[in-house]
Every structure is written in structure tokens, then in C-alpha cells.
């Protein structure tokens, strides 16, 4: 009898206990509402980062805040990087949302150009001649270089856009696969970019350095501009800024580039954040106008990439486009039949034979 008074009494307890303890789990978070102050309009059922206060704190502070450390290294003593959160704020309020609106105006204005303007055709049709425009050489380190951006450019946007464009596409496991596949693949092919950047500058910067007249050909449009001719060399002034855009923004995201992916250098990660906004700010003006180069150099005008497929190009097209350089080459008898052009052409490469094959026969 004794034993189950005293059990009973100890269940009596017991409850109490659980019943205090339940009570003190309710009135606990109210206490920690009153304590980190509840911001406006945040639902109550969200949970409050019981650091919310320390970390209103670090965010209102500049500096990293740093203590001491035995470990050697570039940022071992810094305990909070507090500018690492307006990076991370700063990529994904600002540059996703700008950057992608931004590429995709690009995109619309190309096509709504396209609609309203059309091909540029060649005014006086196909002549039956063509000038040589481009060596193979030349043809191979510009398709060298295109064919590294486009990777480049693709894996580098599904690294910075793929999360809320491909997540409710493939759902999470494939966008992994595909997400973690473009990253190795762009820091793999990355350095690559440098040494075609190299390559294209080195031969063709002779002729882009901008002469007397490139003016006229802005202010002109290009030709756009009312239906008056516009004078231009082997490049003209809208090509000679492309390859100098190409040239110093290309720089910039070669060496952010290098900076992100060997950091091994001593560079802090305040330097690395640095370098990824270079880097990303650098890459979409650049695809930017690589876009409008591409649409240019393929459906925007007619005769335009037969230079750089075949190495020749169409004399009435050179008039049109590039007047002085055309009567210059005209002139010195480089002009060649179409027929002849065709008949020669090695059949696999489309490479022109002969100017080698009269020399030979000589
Ligand atoms: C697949 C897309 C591309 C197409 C269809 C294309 C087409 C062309 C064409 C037709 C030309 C010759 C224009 C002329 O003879 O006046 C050209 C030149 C050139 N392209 Fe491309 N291209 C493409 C991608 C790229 C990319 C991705 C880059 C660079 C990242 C690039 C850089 C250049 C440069 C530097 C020139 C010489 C122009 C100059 O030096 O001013 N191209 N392209």
C-alpha cells in the first residue's frame, strides 16, 4: 500500500515535471521574440536565428573582424568575413536578376532587328569573282577561339543562372550533375580562352588599329543609318571595337579567371570575390556583344562568313563592306573567277588551290 502511494505520488510529480517543462517550451520563444526583435512583416512561424543580433552586428562593420591564430595561411585569423555576405547578396540580388535581363534584351532587340531590318543583302547581287579573305590560319584560331567562348559561355552562364532556370526543368539530382560537369569543364577549358585571346591578337591587331574615316563609318551607323555607302578598310570601325572589347574585357576575365581558380597565390577572399565580380561583370557584356557579332557574322548579313568558312569572299560583298580595302586588292589582280576559285578548291578543306598550283606550273 505504502509502495503505491509513494508511486503514485512520484507519477504525480512526474506530470507536474512534464507539465512545467511543456510550459517552459512555450514561453520560451516568446522570450527570444522579445529579445531579437521580431522584424516587420517576418511570419511568426519562421524560426529566428537565435545569432540574428551578432550578425546585425557584423554586417554593419566593414572590416573583417579577426582574432589570433597559430595557422599560417592568407584569412586563416579572420573569424567573420562580413563583406563575404554583400558578395553574396550583391550576386544574387543584383548581378542574376541585371545580368540575365540584360542578355536576354540582347536577345529580344536581335530578333525584333532581325524582323524589322532583315538580312542585309548584297545590294548588287553575288558578283562572279572573290577575294581572298582569310588564310587557314587565320580561319583556325578564329573558330579555335569561338568554339572555347561558346563553351565557356555556356557552362559559365549554367553556373551562374542554372539554379532557377534548369532546377524546375531536370529537378535537383540532374541539375547536380549537369551543374558540377560545367564547372569543371569551364576551370579546365578557361585557360585555354588565353591562349587563343593570344593567338587573335597577335594577327590580326595590324588591322585593326582605327584609322581616319572609322569615325564617319559611327556616326553613320554603319550604313544603317540612311542608305548612303560607308567607306571602310579590311575591318571597320563597329569590327575594330568588337576586337578591342574582345582584347582589354578578355584581359580582365583571363586574369579574374586565373585569380579564382589558382589560389594559391596569396590572394585573400576578399580578392577572390573581387575577382568573381570582374569576372562575371566582364563575361556578360562580353556575350553581349559576341551576340551580336555571331547574329552579324551569320543570318544578319548576307555574304558575311563566306570569308571565314571558306577563305573567300564575295567581290560585290568587299564593295559594299569594305570598299578601299576591295578596290586595293582589285586593283593589285587578286580578284579571281568564281569557276576557277571552285575548280581548285581542294574538295575536304574548301581550301583554295590555286594561286600554289599556278606557281607550280610556272
Ligand atoms: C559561332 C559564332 C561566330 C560566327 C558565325 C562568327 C563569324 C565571324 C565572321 C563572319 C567574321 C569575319 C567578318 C569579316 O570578314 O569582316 C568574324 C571575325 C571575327 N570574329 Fe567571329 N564569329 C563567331 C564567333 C566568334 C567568337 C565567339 C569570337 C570571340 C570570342 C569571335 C571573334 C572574332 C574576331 C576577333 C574576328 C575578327 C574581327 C576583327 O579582328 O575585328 N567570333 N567572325
Known amino acids: 500500500m505504502y509502495r503505491v502511494s509513494n508511486l503514485s505520488q512520484a507519477g504525480l510529480g512526474l506530470k507536474t515535471g512534464v507539465l512545467l517543462w511543456l510550459l517552459w517550451l512555450l514561453l520560451l520563444p516568446l522570450e527570444t521574440v522579445a529579445d531579437t526583435k521580431q522584424p516587420k512583416g517576418m511570419p511568426s512561424t519562421m524560426v529566428l536565428n537565435p545569432a540574428a543580433e551578432l550578425w546585425r552586428d557584423v554586417r554593419q562593420r566593414d572590416m573583417p573582424i579577426s582574432g589570433t591564430t597559430q595557422v599560417k595561411g592568407v584569412d586563416s585569423g579572420v573569424l567573420i568575413n562580413a563583406n563575404g555576405d554583400k558578395w553574396r547578396k550583391f550576386r544574387m540580388q543584383q548581378l542574376i536578376p541585371i545580368g540575365g535581363f540584360l542578355l536576354l534584351g540582347i536577345l529580344v532587340g536581335l530578333a525584333v532587328f532581325y524582323m524589322v531590318r532583315g538580312k542585309v543583302k548584297i545590294v548588287g547581287g553575288e558578283s562572279d569573282r572573290k577575294l581572298p579573305r582569310y588564310t587557314s590560319y587565320e580561319r583556325l584560331i578564329h573558330w579555335f577561339m569561338a568554339s572555347i567562348f561558346l563553351f565557356l559561355a555556356i557552362t559559365g552562364l549554367i553556373i551562374l543562372f542554372g539554379r532557377p532556370l534548369l532546377i524546375p526543368i531536370f529537378g535537383k539530382e540532374i541539375f547536380s550533375i549537369i551543374a558540377s560537369a560545367s564547372k569543371e569543364g569551364h576551370n579546365l577549358m578557361g585557360p585555354l580562352f588565353m591562349v587563343a585571346l593570344i593567338l587573335v591578337f597577335v594577327k590580326f591587331v595590324r588591322r585593326n588599329i582605327y584609322q581616319k574615316g572609322d569615325m564617319s563609318w559611327l556616326l553613320r551607323g554603319g ?140
Open 223 to 362: 550604313g544603317i543609318i540612311g542608305k548612303k555607302h560607308v567607306p571602310s578598310n579590311f575591318f571597320n570601325m563597329g569590327e575594330k571595337s568588337m576586337f578591342w572589347m574582345l582584347v582589354l574585357v578578355g584581359s580582365v576575365i583571363v586574369v579574374s579567371g586565373l585569380v579564382l581558380i589558382f589560389p594559391v597565390f596569396g590572394q585573400s577572399r576578399e580578392w577572390m570575390e573581387l575577382a568573381h565580380v570582374g569576372h562575371a561583370i566582364g563575361a556578360i557584356l562580353m556575350i553581349g556583344v559576341i551576340l551580336g557579332h555571331i547574329y552579324i557574322g551569320s543570318i544578319g548579313m548576307e555574304g558575311a562568313i563566306d570569308g571565314m568558312t571558306t577563305g573567300y569572299c564575295d567581290l560585290n560583298w568587299a564593295k559594299e563592306h569594305h570598299d578601299l580595302w576591295a578596290t586595293q586588292m582589285e586593283k593589285r589582280g587578286e580578284a579571281i573567277a568564281n569557276e576557277e576559285v571552285n575548280r581548285f578548291s581542294d574538295p575536304d578543306t574548301n581550301e583554295y588551290l590555286g594561286r600554289e598550283l599556278r606557281e607550280a606550273d610556272k
